[in-house]
């Protein structure tokens, strides 16, 4: 990207303050400028600004300044292209531009091993009818490097496999589930943490279905609650999601056993622990794949896991995925490897992880050799 | 004025060391004709530190240090690319000011964290730090090294992280000739 003009500068400004939702007046009182007008000069470009105050201009905003000169993912360009003149960004909108910005940044230091990115699988074609997102969900678990039958305890890491990148936060109960936007390689899925963590997973393994299928930029508001007469794509990777983490001979094999020892409310606490899915869910996948009528999957929803199912099935309960802030090990690593070898400085090493590790959490700064400090006295 | 290649450009660390130490006119001395020269914000960094400790004022009040600010697109692109790397909560901006001074206009930087340092090695950028200036002033018989040794010494633990107790700079300088042993007395 060439280096703007003045007037060009100005123009990056004003389409960042206005997808911030921020006033002249309100990013002048930010910086400390004496006024609006003089916001309103520097995005006509009649007022040129210096590298201090466009460093406090995008702090002001809640960006990086590297915006103001390099583009973001091309996915994220057509998006913003393709909307009205003037719209904000959403919450979302914001968190995925964020998180594309700062993987791709990641992976260009540190030479493109680390993350995987280059690991995308070749685009399929979006599921049209019940039976393609079911078969979409048995090619999805061979890409990931699954068999047929076995859970998935770890998504995030799983998704990873094939280049895409999980965040999660708490952005409120009001806002959308998930997104996902595609980046030069691979991609990155940001997924609402507020949720529970069944719905969380079956967002992360719906997001994936956008993934495989190639959509480029895709906020998802209510993943599990899309009908097929109004959004039948969705729909479609609704069930998709959930074949992926219940396979249909896996369900069968599970749930025929587990009924017969326990009834129906062990052996729902029993799947929905071993697979990691929702009550909800699993009532609704007993139904689809005709293992279970109308009534005993009502008793599957209705039923919430106890301590004593815990302790009777003997169950052994492991951290929640995607709780609060996260971000995936493999960026973690790669970001931790890229502080190791000074790449990057401490601070902003803190800032890459999301706030998800603290100071202290960081490896020592390492001792020097010698000749780092005397190769310069001559 | 715009600072050429002959210019030296301060981060903020080593320019508060030599302040600190009362040693600013010293810093005068070694730079001759050299012009000096800190980004604008190096310049506000230092402010902001001059609020709790009024010494650190004297530079800015040093006719002979320039600020250098620019609204030159490159050059701020420059200080972004940096900035990506090395700001977070308004943290390491200097660092970003005398890189991109190093990139775009060739002025050899005097930094002493270890990362921007790192940085601009990478870059075949021209860079060095406050330990060599140091040596620079004691051959120049302006300091000595008993003046220079304790805070050389505190520089090489916690600036540099070189495994040096107390008494190392002394040691090293002789051991390795960097320093003739009549210029250490």
Known sequence: MAHPDAAALGVRIREARVRADLSQEELASRVGFSGHSVVAKIETGVRKVSALELSDIAAAIGIHMIEFFEEPAPAIVSHRESRTPGATDSTVDARLALLAREVEFVDSLDGGDGLGLERGPQEQSAPTTVKEAESLAATARALLGLDSLEPIPHLVEVVGRVGLIAFSADVGKDLADAGTVLLRSGAVAFVNSHSNVGRRRLALAHELGHYLCADDYVIDWRVDLYEPKTAPIEALLDRFARALLLPADALEEAWASRLEEHGPRRAAAWVAHHYRVDMATLARRLRETGLADHQTAGIVRSHRTTRSDIVELDLYVPAEEMAGTTVPRSYEKAVLLLLEHERISRERALDLLQGTLGDDDLPAPRTRRDGEIWKYVY | ?185
Not at chain 2, 46 to 55: N, P, V
Not at chain 2, 119 to 141: F, N, Q
């Open chain 2, 1 to 185: 004025m715009i600072p050429g290649d002959d210019a030296w450009v301060f981060d903020t660390g080593p320019l508060r060391t030599f302040v600190l130490s009362g040693w600013l006119g010293v810093l005068k001395f070694l730079a001759g004709e050299r012009p000096v020269f800190i980004p604008d914000v190096v310049q506000r960094e230092l402010r902001r530190q001059a609020a709790d400790d009024h010494a650190i004022g004297s530079v800015l009040d040093a006719e002979w240090v320039h600020v250098f600010t620019s609204s030159d697109t490159a050059y701020m692109a420059s200080f972004a690319r940096y900035a990506h790397r090395l700001v977070a909560d308004g943290q390491n901006e200097g660092e970003c000011g005398v890189l991109a001074m190093g990139a775009t206009l060739g002025c050899e930087m005097v930094i002493d964290d270890s990362t921007p340092r790192g940085i601009a090695e990478e870059e075949g950028l021209r860079v060095t730090a406050t330990v060599p200036i140091l040596c620079d002033a004691i051959r120049a018989k302006q300091l000595t090294l008993p003046m220079v040794e304790h805070v050389a010494d505190e520089l090489l633990a916690n600036e540099y992280y070189l495994p040096f107790g107390p008494g190392g700079f002394r040691r090293h300088v002789l051991e390795h000739g960097l320093l003739e042993y009549e210029e250490t007395i």
